[in-house]
C-alpha cells in the first residue's frame, strides 16, 4: 500500500509596507507684480525660462474695469489663451473675428507671422481670468495667424478639469495642439482632492490659483504660481477651500525664447520677420482708419 504524504504550504513572508510616494517638489513659488486688476505671474524673462512652452501668465481680477479697456496691441510667434472664469469680454482681431466671449469661454489666438487684437469687459462689474502665452515651434512662428473662440459648453470636462488645451482622460480640447501640451481649468470644493497624471514625456508643470486655496501638499494661495521640479511625476492636490486654478504641463520647448516688446520667436531672424509683419498690418490699419476720416 502505498502512503501519501501531505506537505504542509510554504510560509509566505509578509510583503514590505510600500514606501509613500514623495510628493513633486515645487521649485518657485511667485505673487507676480500687480499693476490695478493685472497681475503679472510670469513673463519670458523670468519664469517661461523654466516651464516654456508656456512663457506668459497674467492673472486678470477686476470689479472695476469699464469696456474697450485693453487697446488694439500686436503679437507675432506666440499664441495667447485667454480663459475667462468669470464675466465676459467682448473682442475683435484682424483676421476679422469678433464677438463676446462668455464666462467659462476660451479665446485662442495664434499670432503667427503678425496679428493685432483688442478686447475688453462686455459690461461693467467684475471679469476675472487668466492670459497666457504659449510659444510655437519654427514651423508656426510665423505661419498666417488664426482666431478661435469657444464657448464653455465646447469645452471638455473630466471630473472636476476642463480641457483648455490638449488631452487629458481620454477627452480632447477643440483647439489645435501646437505640441504636446496640456493646460486644465480645474474646480474643487473644499476638502476634494485631485490626481493629476502627465502625459508621457511631459516633464514641465505648474499650477496657479484664482481663488481658494491648494495643498499640493504645500499650501498654494489665491492669486500665487507654483512651477514644479522636471519630471513625470503626478501631482497630488487637496483643496483647503473652494478653489479655482489652472494647471499646464508640457515637453520642454527645446528652443531660445528670442524676445520683442510683443512677439516671443525661436530665433532672430524669426523675430524680425513677425515684427516686420506686425508694422504691415499695422500700416494697413492706420490707412483704414485715415480713410474713415
Do not use: C
Amino acid at each position: 500500500m502505498n502512503s501519501f504524504v501531505l506537505a504542509s504550504a510554504p510560509a509566505v513572508a509578509d510583503k514590505p509596507a510600500r514606501p509613500a510616494e514623495v510628493p513633486r517638489r515645487i521649485l518657485h513659488r511667485t505673487q507676480g507684480r500687480g499693476h490695478g486688476g493685472i497681475t503679472r505671474l510670469m513673463s519670458p524673462s523670468d519664469l517661461g525660462h523654466l516651464v516654456k512652452p508656456f512663457v506668459f501668465l497674467d492673472h486678470f481680477d477686476d470689479d472695476a474695469m469699464q469696456p474697450g479697456a485693453m487697446p488694439l496691441h500686436p503679437h507675432s510667434g506666440i499664441a495667447t489663451l485667454t480663459y475667462m472664469i468669470e464675466g465676459a469680454i467682448v473682442y475683435e482681431d484682424t483676421t476679422g473675428a469678433s464677438g463676446k466671449l462668455p464666462s467659462g469661454g476660451v479665446e485662442w489666438m495664434m499670432a503667427g507671422g503678425g496679428v493685432w487684437h483688442t478686447g475688453g469687459p462686455a459690461s461693467p462689474g467684475r471679469i476675472r481670468g487668466f492670459q497666457l502665452w504659449v510659444a510655437m515651434p519654427p514651423e508656426l512662428e510665423n505661419a498666417p495667424a488664426r482666431s478661435l473662440y469657444l464657448d464653455p459648453r465646447e469645452l471638455p470636462r473630466v471630473g472636476p478639469a476642463r480641457v483648455l488645451l490638449g488631452q487629458h482622460g481620454g477627452q480632447t480640447g477643440p483647439i489645435p495642439q501646437p505640441s504636446s501640451m496640456n493646460y486644465l481649468g480645474v474646480q474643487l470644493r473644499a476638502g476634494q482632492t485631485w490626481r493629476y497624471e502627465p502625459p508621457r514625456g511631459h516633464s514641465v508643470a505648474w499650477l496657479a490659483v484664482s481663488e481658494g486655496e491648494l495643498g499640493v501638499p504645500q499650501r498654494v494661495g489665491a492669486g500665487e504660481m507654483v512651477v514644479f521640479e522636471e519630471s513625470n511625476q503626478a501631482i497630488e492636490i487637496r483643496a483647503e477651500q473652494d478653489t479655482q486654478f489652472v494647471l499646464g504641463s508640457a515637453a520642454k520647448h527645446p528652443h531660445d525664447l528670442v524676445m520683442g516688446y510683443y512677439s516671443v520667436h525661436t530665433n532672430p531672424e524669426a523675430l524680425r520677420q513677425g515684427e516686420a509683419g506686425i508694422r504691415a498690418i499695422g500700416a494697413r490699419l492706420g490707412q483704414r482708419r485715415r480713410a474713415a476720416f
